[in-house]
């Protein structure tokens, strides 16, 4: 049996059609509502529902953990005594290796090599386990659809993420970011051992090594000097949890009504539906597991790495494109036709 079309004129709740007066529906009491087994959405309610270009209030409140982490982990950096009297290298975007104010401030903690620095493949591992094992996605022809628009909804997300810290025609948005701002590879010789660029303090103009990405730069032995570096860190972990926290909240939660404009461009009220809602099954355990460990990584970056505007910069990068992937589709129907809304699919 078909879902409910959600884009049909009259699936709606509070639209208006043009050049007319608007219409309530009737109350949604009035409808006997359908089994989700049946895999059709539930009728939407006759009360307003959030607006379809903003997140509904639930993901409002979820997302802002990510800037709560980094507000309370940069105010905590420079109130911590411990932390506020270790020496930080503006270069490396960290304190001093040699005597670290914790574990967690050494960028060879065991967290940070096999968890920060692969972040991606771990996200793949959670999204790609729930959206092949988990009974919420349903079963049959339905089942087999919205388990290939979580795949299209991962590889929209995966090519942010590629194209920011990876490869963009080029080097990557990053790398590309920090050159535009002014910034270069310099050799370690043109450094003091404090760290200051020696040509500036002499006035002469420094000495550039001809490459374009702070990779390259380190292989070279030179340092990735002067320009603004978008915290590379906070966008993966930002995009990870937000995106995971995306495919599965609606799983294992109570389903919350959404906002969405249809074909008409008329806007309509809609429930999800999980077809094993408040289970949370392994693969559901796997993946909010791997957000909490992010969440975790999130604060000690916010503690230990990176200035304040450069893990803002890295904030608003994630964000855009979980905007982009999440929320545009709900005012964009040939998108949603595409790639999906979760739990609307």
């Known amino acids: 049996m078909s879902a409910v079309d959600m884009d049909a004129p009259g699936f709606n ?26 895999g059709i959405l539930s009728p939407p309610l006759a009360t307003p529902s959030a607006s379809p270009f903003i997140p509904t209030a639930r993901e409002t ?30 270069v490396t975007q960290s304190h001093s290796q040699h005597a670290p104010p914790s574990y967690f ?47 299209l909804r991962y590889a929209a997300v995966s090519l942010a993420w590629m194209g920011t810290t990876q490869w963009f025609f080029g080097p990557p948005l990053i790398d590309r970011s920090f050159r535009w701002s002014g910034g270069m590879c310099h050799p370690e010789t043109a450094f003091s051992p404090a760290g200051v660029l020696i040509a500036h303090a002499s006035g002469v103009v420094p000495k550039e090594l001809a490459v374009d990405t702070a990779t390259a730069c380190r292989r070279l032995g030179g340092r990735w000097y002067g320009g603004h570096d978008i915290s590379g860190h906070v966008f993966l ?24 404009v249809n074909r008409e461009g008329e806007v309509v009220h809609v429930h999800g539906v999980s077809y094993a809602s408040g289970v949370v099954g392994p693969t559901g355990k796997f993946a909010l597991g791997v957000v909490g460990l992010k969440l975790w990584m999130l604060l000690m970056t916010a503690i230990y790495f990176h200035t304040w505007f450069e893990k803002f910069t890295g904030l608003l990068t994630a964000t855009v494109t979980l905007y982009v992937v999440y929320v545009v589709p709900r005012f964009a129907p040939t998108l949603r036709s595409v790639i999906g809304v979760p739990g609307l699919d």
């Open 105 to 151: 401030a050494h960028k060879k903690n065991i967290f940070n090599r096999f968890f920060v620095k692969i972040g991606w493949a771990w996200v793949t591992a959670a999204a790609g386990a729930f959206a092949a094992l988990h009974p919420a996605l349903g079963s049959g022809a339905a089942g087999v659809r919205r388990r290939l628009r979580v795949g």
């Open 61 to 90: 409140a979820i997302f802002a953990i990510f800037p709560a982490l980094l507000l309370f982990g940069g105010l905590y950096s420079v109130l911590s005594p411990t932390v506020n009297v270790s020496t930080y290298d503006p």
């Open 237 to 260: 972990l930002v995009l990870g949890a937000g995106m995971l926290l995306q495919e599965v909240g609606w799983a294992v939660w109570p389903c919350e009504k959404r906002a969405l």
């Open 13 to 38: 709740t509070r639209a208006r059609t043009r050049g007319q007066t608007p219409v309530e529906s009737p109350p949604a009491l009035a409808t006997t509502p359908r089994s989700p087994k049946d």
